[in-house]
């Protein structure tokens, strides 16, 4: 599969995250945020904050085609590595945001897509930690 192919699956998972997302009380108040000073950290997915709770949620979307190199559980695509960076992002997020003092946690939507029969199964991990 081609990076092409892979990015428009990835935008795919991230649509269908935000709107899963707004379906069960968040209000999505960021999306593929990235730190603008000095180097780039990464990116940051969904930033959703819980209505219910206030937490805000930053959000890791990952996103694979059934039947494809992990697709049975995206999220181990998650590394030690890439949990260092999301938090560093966060971070920026929260001070950049003055949002430092609001409660936040880090969570994962992991999505498994079909494509031949147009369906999608999605598993919603909350407080992923390293």
Known sequence: MDREQNKKIGRTGEIIAANYLKRNGYRILDMNFENRLGY????????????????????????????????????????????RRLTLILGRYLRQNRLEDSPHRLDAISIEMDMAKRKAKLRHLKYIYY
């Open 40 to 83: 780039r950290i990464g990116e940051l997915d969904i930033v959703a904050r819980e209505e219910s709770t206030g937490e805000i949620a930053f959000v890791e979307v990952k996103t694979r085609q059934k039947g494809s190199s992990g697709s049975a559980h995206p999220e181990l695509a998650i590394t030690r590595a890439k949990y």
